[in-house]
């Protein structure tokens, strides 16, 4: 078989010719193409990255502040509650007290009204006990009662016993020299001067008695210096009658522990004289 290479390097020229014209017209503008698509695709990977980028800080930022928001909200919410339960425990107190002064109030309302009531009392249970007691010895014919008490207020005197004789002294002494007899009605002539002579006997020294008359002495005659008294009288008793209705009301007013009333009686006044005076009441 005969080859004709003037065909074959003719097919081979237009070969490498179309190869170039492709290479110019076709190939070259492809690859530009391309390359131009893939700077795009690049600016826009490059551009989304940073928009991701940005994203992420934006979160971060909004993360952050509502992180600040959520401390700030934490903060005005436990001050608000702080300041509420101190406008709480403010009031309260407030309640507290006003209701405390309402109760010192009542109880002092309340003791004032004991008290008036028990004087009252006292005083009519000494009036009518004295009425009864005079109308008493009266029918019985009788010498009469104020004389009696007399008397018997004589003998007590002169019964002290020597540390009762001492304290009558001593308080005589820190009295001025006054000795002070109060009787709940005038004494006589005759019971003065006894009481006078009783006392001389035992206060050996300058002194004057002074009698006087006083509705607080119930039914009976008592003999006071500085710090020392001798009764003999109802008040020793109705005092322990008032102590014991002022348990009563204490008790009914609910108090565990009533209140206790110093005892304005002998016992607590006149040390040895008084209970020489209770044994002759």
Known sequence: MLIDWFTVIAQIINFLILMGLLKYFLYDRLIAIMDERQRKIDERLTASEETKKAAEEEKQELAEARREFDERKKAMLDEAHEEAGKWRRDKISEARGEVEKLRERWREDLEREKKSFGQHLKELIGRETYAMAASFFADLGDRELEGRLGNRFVEMVRELEPEAREALVAGTE??????????????????????????????????????????????????????????????????????????????????EHPEKKESSGPAKNTGAADDSGGNGD
Not at 178 to 189: K, Q
Not at 193 to 206: L, N, S
Not at 239 to 255: C, P, V, W
């Open 174 to 255: 820190k009295n001025g020299g006054t000795v002070a007899v109060v009787s709940a009605f005038e004494l006589d002539d005759n019971t003065r001067q006894a009481i006078e002579k009783v006392c001389a006997e035992i206060i050996d020294r300058e002194h004057r008695v002074r009698f006087t008359t006083s509705s607080e002495v119930i039914m009976g005659v008592e003999l006071q210096v500085a710090g020392y008294r001798i009764s003999l009288s109802l008040r020793r008793y109705l005092t322990m009658l008032e102590d014991q209705l002022q348990a009563i009301f204490a008790s009914r007013k609910g108090d």
